[in-house]
């Protein structure tokens, strides 16, 4: 009989999730209660987070093929998004999906897709400074 | 160490590939600045010290850098430590062009001193690898420039240094184009990670003190310095575990090379030209050699190296004597394969799990001494009837089939007994040495008289071992010969 634990969101829902894909988050194995709140995790990143855990609790073997592309595709979301799960799967300490989140995030930064401050307000005059830095490391 | 998508750096600050956009000068109202600063800050929104830290290690230098200067709070974690910075000209040999090839040098030189500079502005405090792939070209740069930022780096902690500096001609004999490694590097105390690679180690003026480094990994290099150099740079280094000799060469008045650590595991010596290779590791478990150069004389493992496990030896071309550990208690997988073998000197205490497989081809002299552990008053299990090391003695003794000599050294008389094979194994099994043409043994220090019958046992099992070889077997007590048997 393996046990339930409830997940809060900051905007109080509350996710059920079975032990199995509970425990992949350490924050939760050290938990003392089944009852967890995540702050600053709204319902919308908390439940996406869930259903990582839910996926890879269920597939024993994590180097399957499957499993490597539905990862590809869960990471491929809005840099905004992307951000957000970082921060909770971090708060929950899980740690392959932490890893999975930042090389996404290093390969966007790599393949220049990153959005940054130039980038989306190309009229957007920076600062002085920070254009002249730019400039002079060839940038 | 980092990882390999780390090398496709756009290293080359050409001036083609600025991206300096022409902004809208519109003068903006103090507000919009406010406002577009916040935009900063949403875009790169705010995330755990420890994640940023992490993305630095996954992305290229340039990039990481220029992420400093876009979001204050990357800009923060990267001066506390960034955990790398990595510059790599990406090599020149297929650029044919002279002018261009000598701008695109200057180029990255000046890349990496601004990055750096730009380190130095953000006050970065820790650095945690530096790895530099260059090709040196001495007119274009000073070493004393390149020197700076090795200082630069060693100042900041650095924990693992890669660098690479290739001379602009790999053929060119003369050794001032080689750039020579600063003092900085060998005294950097933090340092557990050093890969050095076709640049030239100087004679050195001070202490060489790496008190932390665990790898070493030399490729290519020279080795420009005395004798007693060789010795004070493993004493340097009182923690090192793994190191990495490879295409080392060595300034003639260093040929005869000695590895003395007391922390060393692993050694791995390949195509290293030198005439003589001394090894005297107390911890050292395991030993990889591989040579293909004529002029090597001698390779041996001093009795110091008692913990041997694992030992690999390939020496092509040269005439060698092999000396192997003394007083290696744990059980030592050995292969030996050099052709030109001259001299093979093997002292132990034969454990049944001995595995050595020696290739070699006449003529050979095979010097084996068996010794006895006097601590020990108890025969060892397997020395006892049922006696069950016989087929791993006799497959010992085969590798020195391909000897002319062989003389078997055998230090106890307790040892005498174990190594003389029973009747009914002789006539089940094929004798070990067919083609030995000499056998001596020599056995020592007798606790009573042998009886005739033991003694008997013991020649007859001898001469079964060898049996068209001449042979002498000799009895010693204490240094004193008791009595000699020869016969044909």
């Known amino acids: ?139 | 160490m980092a990882p390999s998508t780390r090398r496709q750096i756009c290293s080359n600050a050409n001036p083609n590939n600025k991206r300096v956009k022409k902004q809208d000068q519109t003068k903006e109202g103090q507000e919009q600045v406010d406002r577009n600063a916040m935009a900063v800050d949403t875009l790169l929104p705010h995330l755990p010290d420890l994640i940023v830290h992490k993305i630095f290690r996954l992305i290229p230098t340039k990039l990481a850098i220029r992420s400093t200067i876009v979001s204050k709070q990357w800009a923060s974690v990267w001066s506390l430590g960034a955990p790398l910075l990595d510059f790599d000209d990406e090599g020149d040999s297929t650029d044919h062009d002279g002018d261009n090839l000598v701008r695109r040098k200057l180029l990255f030189i000046d890349f990496v001193e601004s990055c750096l500079k730009h380190c130095e502005k953000k006050k970065l405090l820790e650095l945690d690898s530096f790895r530099l792939r260059m090709r040196y070209d001495s007119e274009l740069i000073g070493a004393t420039r390149i020197d700076k930022w090795f200082s630069f780096v060693v100042d900041r902690c650095v924990k693992e240094l890669d660098i690479s500096i290739q001379r602009k001609d790999d053929n060119d004999p003369a050794e001032s184009t080689y750039y020579c490694i600063p003092h900085t590097i060998l005294n950097a105390q933090f340092l557990t990670s050093l890969n050095l690679e076709h640049v030239r180690i100087p004679e050195s003026t001070g202490l060489i003190s790496l008190p932390s480094l665990k790898t070493m990994s030399l490729t290519a290099v020279l080795f420009d310095c005395q004798m007693n150099w060789n010795k004070s740079l493993w004493m340097g280094c009182p923690s090192i575990e793994h190191l990495s000799l490879v295409s080392c060469s060595f300034s003639s008045l260093v040929w005869h090379i000695t590895v003395k650590n007391s922390s060393l595991k692993f050694l791995q010596v390949m195509y290293c030209k030198c005439k003589s290779f001394l090894v005297e590791a107390e911890n050292l478990e395991s030993f990889i050699f591989t040579s293909e150069f004529s002029q090597l004389e001698y390779i041996g493992l001093l009795s110091e190296c008692v913990r041997l496990k694992y030992i690999s030896v390939y020496a092509q071309h040269a005439k060698i004597i092999f000396e192997m550990p003394r007083t290696c208690r744990d059980n030592v997988k050995a292969t030996i394969d050099i052709p030109n073998l001259r001299g093979f000197r093997y002292e132990g205490y034969l454990l049944p799990n001995d595995v050595i497989s020696l290739k070699a081809r006449n003529p050979l002299a095979a010097i084996i001494k068996l010794n006895w552990d006097d601590e020990e008053e108890v025969l060892e299990p397997t020395f006892l009837p049922p006696w069950t090391h016989f087929p791993t003695w006799r497959y010992f003794l085969q590798n020195f089939d391909c000897c002319n000599k062989v003389e078997l050294d055998i230090r106890h008389d307790a040892i005498a007994e174990a190594i003389t094979f029973p009747e009914n194994f002789r006539q089940t099994f094929s004798p070990p040495l067919p083609n030995v043409k000499y056998l001596k043994v020599l056995i020592v220090r007798l606790r009573c008289p042998q009886t005739v019958a033991r003694v008997s046992a013991l020649t007859d099992s001898l001469r079964w071992m060898a049996p068209y070889a001449l042979f002498t077997l000799t009895f010693w007590d204490y240094g004193e010969a008791e009595s000699s048997e020869e016969d044909e």
Request: glycine share 2%.
């Open chain 1, 1 to 139: 009989m393996s046990r339930v634990f409830k997940l809060k969101s900051s905007d109080n829902e509350t996710f059920e999730v079975e032990e199995a894909a509970a425990l992949l988050s350490e924050t939760i194995k050290s938990s003392s209660s089944t009852e967890i709140t995540v702050p600053n995790v709204k319902a919308e990143i908390l439940g996406k987070v869930v259903e990582w855990c839910n996926k890879h609790a269920e597939s024993e073997d994590t180097k399957d093929q499957l499993i490597k592309e539905w990862d590809a595709e869960f990471v491929s979301v809005d840099q905004h998004v992307l951000f957000k799960l970082i921060t909770a799967a971090d708060y929950l300490q899980i740690k392959e999906l932490v890893d999975q989140l930042t090389q996404r995030v290093g390969d966007m930064i790599k393949a220049k897709t990153l959005k940054t401050v130039e980038m989306t307000y190309p009229t957007f005059n920076v600062e002085r400074e920070v254009q002249e830095e730019l400039k002079s490391l060839g940038f």
